[in-house]
């Protein structure tokens, strides 16, 4: 029988457990730093900001004079952007992931496709403002259109609806496919009866985010040539636009403090509109998610 020594098992045991004291308070440090910091930001952006809304904020057009100075263009231009992203991005994103999950044999050819998907959802956004820029404003001759910032974000957001839709699709269970099968129904129709409702919250959890992260880009509209300043709201999918980033990239490079002000009020209306759409993808994830 082998021998224990009480003492050397005591002593390990001390010392793993001061090892996790010390990590958890690492870990408790690093978490309080960063609410401490966002904390002080929005004190600082609402406290700034807060009085700058108003109705007038919403129904001016941007103006030389801070207190005049409204966000109606860009409002108006980023709903638009937005009628662009939401079904380009969305409808080619949960095709290719269903083609991916549902239609593409397993090869080297797939996963190698499906690992440069997941890649390209961390590149910089800048990128895509340069590749925008080069195939849909001076390629195909879009200009600084509507439709043209619309196809760039949409390929900006587009991988990660496509990881967000495959694993989705992955999570609905072999035995639902099967039994679509056993009762005489196709590929497709088992696709679009059983595979689809069952991922749909996941689908539209993670095409939510990414839209929230379309609206709030900058880099690749400043790269399009998006002007930041425009005293007219837009009347079609080709005319030029602003958005409501563009609005306030503008504010916070003027010298004057009172412009200062009036982008902590901008940052407020997209905070809250991000807060908004972020809230829509909690709720439906946790009312029509099921467990398997």
């Not at 952007?81 to 797939?110: C, Q, R």
């Not at 195909?140 to 439709?147: E, R, T």
């Not at 980033?245 to 209306?269: C, E, K, N, S």
Request: glycine content about 8%; aromatic content about 10%.
């Amino acid at each position: 029988m082998k021998y224990i020594d009480h003492q050397s098992v005591a002593a390990n045991t001390k010392s793993r457990i001061a090892k996790n004291l010390v990590l958890k308070g690492v870990f408790f440090a690093a978490t309080m730093f960063g609410l401490i910091v966002l904390a002080i930001l929005l004190y600082r952006v609402i406290t700034q900001g807060s009085g700058y809304l108003s109705v007038e904020f919403f129904l001016n057009f941007a103006s030389r004079i801070p207190e005049q100075s409204g966000i109606k263009a860009a409002i108006v231009g980023s709903i638009y952007l937005m009628l662009v992203v939401a079904p380009v991005s969305i409808f080619l994103g949960v095709g290719t992931a269903i083609y991916l999950e549902e239609y593409a044999k397993k090869s080297k050819g797939s996963t190698f496709i499906k690992i440069n998907i997941s890649n390209l959802a961390g590149v910089p956004s800048v990128v895509f403002g340069l590749l925008g820029l080069t195939i849909f404003v001076r390629y195909f001759g879009l200009g600084i259109s509507i439709l043209a910032a619309g196809l760039t974000m949409s390929l900006l957001i587009l991988p990660i609806i496509i990881v967000a839709s495959q694993e989705a699709v992955r999570a609905v269970p072999k035995e639902l496919r099967e039994a679509s099968y056993a009762m005489g129904a196709t590929k497709w129709q088992t696709i679009l009866r059983v595979v689809l409702p069952a991922s749909i919250p996941g689908i539209l959890t993670g095409s939510i985010l990414a839209l929230s992260r379309a609206i709030g880009e900058t880099a690749p509209l400043v790269v399009l040539g998006i002007p930041t300043v425009l005293m007219f709201t837009p009347d079609g999918f080709l005319s030029t636009f602003t958005a409501l980033p563009m609005q306030i990239y503008d504010w916070t490079l003027r010298p004057q403090v009172a412009f200062h002000h009036a982008a902590a009020a901008g940052i407020i209306v997209l905070m809250a509109l991000l807060i908004f759409m972020n809230s829509i993808a909690v709720f439906i994830r946790n009312k029509y998610q099921k467990r398997w």
